[in-house]
């Protein structure tokens, strides 16, 4: 299973570890929607799709230190903002694109969004369904 390793004694990564992969999601982040500003660019990259799969993979390992972080909750809430700033602005299917992608970028695009919007959809998930946020508030909500 993910967090074991071949050889005897190795465990998950420590929980250290997903708060320093977080913090390098944000940075992926804050760059590309730098560039973005600039005009020149993607809003998603092969980078942070690897390193929000390599997030939402680590999540459920520590469920609630990552519950917890605001750095898992920020790289995580990070994307689906970027969704909702999508649908909210007039922004062409082009601006998104990689130019590098050439006739292809429109489907790279489409996977590229997908990827991260899913790996962060499954941090978020794994982190409060694992420490049982859900339940929590199940229970102290009055409903209606």
Same mark, same amino acid.
């Given at each position: 299973?993910?967090?074991?390793?071949?050889?005897?004694g190795c465990g998950p990564p420590p929980p250290a570890l997903l708060d320093k992969l977080a913090q390098e999601v944000l940075l992926e982040d804050r760059a590309?929607?730098?560039?973005?500003?600039?005009?020149?660019?993607?809003?998603?990259?092969?980078?942070?799709?690897?390193?929000?799969?390599?997030?939402?993979?680590?999540?459920?390992?520590?469920?609630?230190?990552?519950?917890?972080?605001?750095?898992?909750?920020?790289?995580? &809430?990070?994307?689906?903002?970027?969704?909702?700033?999508?649908?909210?602005?007039?922004?062409?299917?082009?601006?998104?694109?990689?130019?590098?992608?050439?006739?292809?970028?429109?489907?790279?695009? !489409?996977?590229?969004?997908?990827?991260?919007?899913?790996?962060?959809?499954?941090?978020?998930?794994?982190?409060? &369904?694992?420490?049982?946020? !859900?339940?929590? &508030?199940?229970?102290?909500?009055?409903?209606?």
């Amino acid at each position: 299973p993910f967090g074991q390793c071949a050889h005897e004694g190795c465990g998950p990564p420590p929980p250290a570890l997903l708060d320093k992969l977080a913090q390098e999601v944000l940075l992926e982040d804050r760059a590309l929607r730098h560039a973005q500003a600039k005009g020149a660019g993607p809003l998603f990259s092969d980078a942070l799709c690897h390193l929000l799969y390599a997030l939402a993979a680590w999540v459920p390992l520590h469920a609630k230190a990552a519950a917890n972080s605001p750095a898992v909750r920020g790289a995580a &809430f990070s994307q689906l903002m970027k969704v909702q700033h999508m649908l909210a602005q007039p922004v062409a299917p082009r601006e998104l694109q990689d130019p590098a992608d050439g006739e292809r970028a429109q489907l790279f695009l !489409c996977a590229r969004a997908a990827a991260c919007v899913g790996a962060a959809v499954r941090s978020v998930t794994g982190s409060w &369904f694992a420490a049982d946020f !859900c339940e929590r &508030f199940a229970a102290s909500e009055g409903g209606g």
